[in-house]
Structure formats: C-alpha cells, structure tokens
C-alpha cells in the first residue's frame, strides 16, 4: 500500500493523518538587524526578582501578624505595645505585598510590549521581502 498504515486491520491514510507544512523561503536578514532581534529576545529572558516568592511572604507576614493582633486584641490584659506592633506589622507588610504585586504586573505588561514589538518588527521585515519580489511561495 502506498503511503498507508495498517493498525489492526484497519488501514490509516497517513497524508489524512500528517499534516504537510507549507513551503517557506528563508528570508534575508542583515547581521546587524539579526543580532539587534536576537539581543532584545535574550533580554527577555527571565523577569529579574522573583516577585511570587516576596509577596508570598510578604502575605504570609501579614496574616500571621494580623492573627496574633486579633489574640491580643481578645486577651482581657492586653498588652498594648504588642497590639500596636503587630497592628503595625499586618499593615505594612500587607501594603509591600501589594506594591510587590503592582511591580510584577507593570515588569509583566513591559515584557510582553516588547515581546510584542519584536514580533511586529519581524513581520514587517518579511512583509518587505514580499513586497520586494522575494516571495517564491
């Protein structure tokens, strides 16, 4: 059979199984443009801090402060300066954790600007190619 597959008894045609890919011509680049691409794609990378794992314990602060506050604040003597400090703690830990979150979203939103900006700029290169005559698909 040409171009068939026979599994238990039944015969699979593999032009209906794989999908050919359409023939593409490789497009000029300069090195310079090239190198210029590849450097901003590497720049990409991975975010630079971690920002997950500080407002996960920034969060994780927060409550266990704010916990022992509701203890103290239920204890019959209260212990005022302890009241206070973990007052004070549950809050500003909770308002770093959301400045932290507010930090990896504008980091998350500049990543993909400019992910998306190197991909328009690699598709106006191959529009200019086709409008060059380069095309032959």
Known sequence: MNGDRTTAGAAI?????LATPAPRVMIPVSYTTWDRLKSRVTNLGNPRY???????GAWGISVTCA??????????????????LYAAAAVLTAGLALVIRRFQKIESKI???DADDIVEEMVSIEEAFERGGGSQT
Do not use: C, G, M, W
């Not at 971690?50 to 996960?56: G, L, M, Q, S, V």
């Open 67 to 84: 916990i022992s506050f509701l203890v103290y604040v239920s204890q019959t003597p209260r212990p005022h300066l302890a009241v206070s």
């Open 13 to 17: 045609l593999t032009h209906d199984v």
């Open 50 to 56: 971690d920002y997950t794992n500080y407002e996960t």
């Open 111 to 113: 990543r993909k600007q």
